[in-house]
């Protein structure tokens, strides 16, 4: 899996968007960006992913840089609830023998009151 | 569905016991992974089944670590004997073609 470097941690004030932004400069082009995010004592809980395209879904959005160096993971409207660890992995979801899911350090988001 | 259940949530024993950790992946899920968390080496990989075969076991630590599948819905991961330096949080997850992974609430082995 490609390498990715995020920031040790961030704080965001509750009701305002939370921007983490990931690099991962050596990205091949069959590789997707994922984000999980593991809230205390809990499990890794899979986000969002994508390949080139902006997504969207009901927990965030991915915003993807058009040379897909980087990306950003956006939270509209972080609650308390949204603070935890965010992983941002790169991997070629399915086939072959790229199954692993390989986390770093990720990023520590703290949503304050 | 309720998702991936691991038992037990906490687990305390002695150094030189046998623990075993399960695993119920959600069903319909034909991959199964064991993770183990640690301050020091964060979530590492331990082994993959996929369709109840295990694929890669590279990241079982030692051979006093097994894990079995026996059928599609039950997987355990067997420590013995167990050592203070295994202490940590083991996380079970599945998922259906690797995709999106969903993983279970973990059990947390404390070894004195």
């Known amino acids: 899996d490609a390498k990715t470097t995020q920031p040790p941690s961030m704080d965001c004030a509750e009701g305002r968007a939370a921007n983490l932004p990931c690099n991962h400069s050596t990205i091949s082009g069959n590789e997707y960006v994922y984000w999980y995010r593991q809230i205390h004592s809990q499990g890794p809980q899979y986000i969002i992913h994508?390949?080139?395209n902006n997504e969207t879904n009901e927990m965030a959005s991915l915003i993807i840089t058009e040379d897909r160096k980087s990306s950003t993971l956006i939270l509209p409207h972080a609650t308390l609830r949204d603070t935890a660890v965010y992983y941002c992995?790169?991997?070629?979801?399915?086939?072959?023998?790229?199954?692993?899911?390989?986390f770093g350090k990720g990023t520590l988001l703290t949503v304050n009151p | 569905d309720a998702g991936v259940i691991q038992s037990p949530r906490h687990e305390v024993t002695e150094m030189g016991q046998e623990v075993t950790l399960r695993c119920k992946p959600i069903?319909?899920?034909?991959?199964l992974f064991w993770y183990r968390q640690t301050m020091m080496r964060g979530l590492e990989l331990l082994i993959y089944f996929n369709n109840n075969v295990p694929i890669d076991d590279s990241g079982m630590p030692e051979d006093r670590f097994s894990a079995k599948m026996p059928n599609a819905s039950f997987s355990t991961l067997k420590i013995q004997p167990s050592e203070p330096r295994d202490s940590a949080v083991y996380f079970c997850?599945?998922?259906?073609?690797?995709?999106?992974?969903?993983f279970g609430s973990g059990t947390q082995l404390s070894v004195l």
């Open positions: 994508g390949l080139k």
């Open positions: 992995i790169v991997r070629v979801p399915g086939g072959g023998s790229n199954y692993k899911l390989t």
């Open positions: 997850a599945s998922s259906f073609g690797r995709e999106k992974l969903f």
């Open positions: 069903s319909g899920h034909n991959s």
